[in-house]
């Protein structure tokens, strides 16, 4: 039996049907006494020839057969049309067909306008452009009308009727109420440029000012006996003197610093003769700790100067030593700037 004949079976029997068997179940193993909706619950019931064994329902749930043949079925399940296939499950493979009294067909569901993002189920009902789709099996993101595997048409958007003639005016409506004052406009582009004034009148000369102080720059002194001598300390960086014929600039902290001498290179002459011979300018770009730049003094008297930018804020600040070889075991520096 298709399924077309089991749904007119189900409408020709109604809701108040007790049981309805086909025609082979008269002769068949399985007897079907009670099948109905009761208590929210499927309930089907009947016996089996033959002894114990097996009976299956729609193919999806198994009953026992006790020893007087007998089995019940109690389930939380709604047969889709009210009719239900029973089957024996082994022996002679007999079966029959019951029609669910108390049991109205699944109808279709109201699913609003159509979602990509849902899921659709058989039997759900959505609607696109003006148009209603049944679907016919469970899809997702299958435009309705472009699948007719999935979806059928139920009413189709019936075409535009007539424009309709133009009504007649209406009256006038009353002033409304006076609306808030608007936001001040944006300022308004500068006019052109004036006339130069007339120059005005010298200003009587204003009184001296006070008599300015000297200070001579700061000097430092290296005379050695022990260890290094640290004649400045500076913003990331410090100049020392390791020895007393040598003059060191050292970085202390990462930044952007330039280090610079200008200093002997070949000295002629010795002892108090020994003049700064030629001169050299070695320098140093700098981003990390540690960084050194050295130069050496010729004999007694022979001049270094020393060169600081500091690059690490604007603006760039700029230091310069002037620095001499003393008499014996020394040196002295002075901050020009």
């Not at 929210?40 to 007087?68: C, H, P, S, Y």
């Not at 109420?177 to 120059?199: C, S």
């Not at 290296?222 to 001598?229: D, E, L, S």
Request: with cysteine; hydrophobic share 35%; proline share 6%.
């Amino acid at each position: 039996m298709n399924r077309t004949s089991r749904n007119l079976i189900a409408a020709a029997t109604g809701l108040t049907m007790g049981l309805a068997l086909n025609a082979a179940s008269a002769s068949a193993a399985i007897t079907i006494s009670r099948a109905e909706i009761a208590a929210g619950k499927l309930v089907v019931e009947g016996t089996r020839t033959g002894g114990a064994g097996t009976v299956r329902l729609d193919d999806q749930f198994n009953d026992g057969v006790n020893g007087a043949g007998a089995f019940a079925f109690s389930l939380d399940y709604l047969p889709p049309d009210c009719i239900v296939d029973l089957k024996e499950i082994g022996g002679l493979n007999d079966s029959a067909t019951a029609v669910i009294a108390n049991c109205g067909p699944k109808g279709l569901n109201p699913q609003g306008g159509w979602d990509s993002a849902k899921t659709y189920q058989k039997d759900d009902v959505t609607t696109l452009g003006g148009s209603s789709f049944r679907a016919k099996r469970a899809s997702l993101n299958v435009q309705p009308g472009t699948s007719k595997a999935d979806w059928e048409i139920l009413a189709k958007r019936g075409a535009p009727g007539p424009q309709g003639i133009q009504g007649a005016t209406g009256p006038a409506g009353a002033d409304g109420a006076k609306g808030d004052q608007g936001a001040q406009g944006p300022q308004g582009d500068p006019g052109p440029k004036g006339d130069t004034g007339a120059t005005g009148a010298t200003g009587p000369q204003g009184p001296q000012g006070p008599t300015g102080t000297f200070q001579l720059p700061t000097t430092t002194r290296a005379v050695f006996g022990t260890g290094p001598f640290t004649h400045h300390t500076g913003s990331g960086w410090v100049l020392e003197a390791p020895t007393a014929a040598t003059l060191q600039l050292r970085t202390t902290t990462a930044g952007f610093v330039t280090l610079g001498f200008v200093s002997p290179t070949a000295c002629t002459g010795t002892g108090s003769a020994g003049g700064n011979g030629t001169m050299s300018n070695p320098h140093r770009f700098s981003f990390s700790i540690g960084t050194t730049l050295q130069a050496t003094f010729c004999a007694e008297g022979s001049v270094i100067q020393v060169f600081i930018l500091e690059a690490n804020s604007f603006p760039e600040k700029i230091f310069r030593f002037t620095c001499m070889r003393m008499s014996g075991n020394g040196n002295v520096c002075r901050q020009d700037f």
